[in-house]
């Protein structure tokens, strides 16, 4: 039974302005709600810690699964219909890739809820580096990068763009934010994870009970502050596309195959 997505002219079924403030909403929610809970339990201090450290925790971890997931569902089908109905002559090569570190960007957050950041209670460090830190952190850059690469290419994209040229400014201005907290981010983590994974206090790895620390350094303020810039970026790129989609209208057209 395949599932079609389909544009109606005038009539019929929602507007696809409507499924771009659902993606976005339970995105916000999913992610701010955790969050939010995570720092009235007065568990960091200073209150910034990464998006990923909130969500380690239960119940927030549901809470972050059970918007994010249905949520990147919506996303793939937002860009689906940016790709197809947003066409600039010549730009097709930055089209598609735009489409596609859009697409990639929502499948990482599926990823990213399969391979949750959680404070567990695993013998030593070692183990925890290789089956938690390393599987969730290529997820987490798999998230990040696509963002970038994704605002970049929409800057690009509308440039030298004339037409409708209400909101194209904005597409290209958050390139000027995005890719400095990119370069300044990769540095800043860089730094703080050579600084964790080597502070072994003399002792190997595989003989440390490791727990996360709860007191954030600058460099965890600088992370942090660079992961919200990428993620806000994001969503205020594809909210730039209101008004284009909320002229056109979809639905989902199911057809039964015959044997």
């Known amino acids: 039974m395949?599932?079609?997505?389909?544009?109606?002219?005038?009539?019929?079924m929602a507007k696809c302005s409507n499924l771009l403030l659902l993606t976005l909403s339970f995105q916000v929610i999913g992610i701010l709600i955790p969050y939010i809970s995570v720092l009235q339990k007065n568990i960091f201090s200073p209150p910034l810690p990464f998006i990923s450290q909130t969500v380690g925790f239960s119940p927030e971890c549901?809470?972050?699964?059970?918007?994010?997931?249905?949520?990147?569902?919506?996303?793939i089908i937002v860009c689906f219909i940016i790709h197809k109905t947003c066409k600039i002559q010549g730009q097709e090569l930055i089209e598609n890739t735009s489409f596609f570190f859009g697409t990639l960007y929502f499948?990482?957050?599926?990823?990213?809820?399969?391979?949750?950041?959680?404070?567990?209670?695993?013998?030593?460090?070692?183990?925890w580096?290789?089956?938690?830190?390393?599987v969730h952190?290529?997820?987490?850059?798999l998230m990040l990068a696509s963002s970038v690469f994704f605002v970049i290419s929409q800057a690009m994209l509308y440039w030298n763009c004339e037409v409708s040229p209400d909101y194209h400014p904005y597409r290209c201005k958050m390139s000027f934010i995005t890719a400095p907290a990119a370069f300044i981010g990769i540095f800043a983590l860089a730094a703080l994870g050579f600084e964790e994974l080597t502070n072994d206090e003399g002792q190997t790895m595989e003989k440390m009970i490791y727990l996360l620390p709860t007191k954030l350094s600058s460099k965890y303020i600088i992370t942090a502050l660079c992961e919200w810039t990428l993620t806000l970026s994001m969503w205020f790129t594809l909210l730039t596309y209101y008004n284009e989609m909320d002229k056109k209208k979809f639905y989902l057209k199911i057809k039964r195959k015959t044997l």
Do not use: H, Q
């Not at 395949?2 to 019929?12: A, D, Q, W």
């Not at 990213?112 to 460090?125: E, I």
């Not at 952190?137 to 850059?141: R, V, W």
């Open 107 to 127: 499948l990482s957050w599926v990823f990213l809820c399969a391979a949750p950041f959680t404070f567990t209670d695993l013998p030593n460090k070692y183990e």
């Open 2 to 12: 395949p599932l079609i997505l389909c544009y109606l002219p005038e009539r019929y």
């Open 129 to 134: 580096v290789l089956t938690v830190l390393s």
């Open 137 to 141: 952190m290529f997820g987490a850059l």
């Open 62 to 75: 549901g809470i972050f699964t059970f918007f994010l997931v249905p949520g990147s569902f919506f996303g």
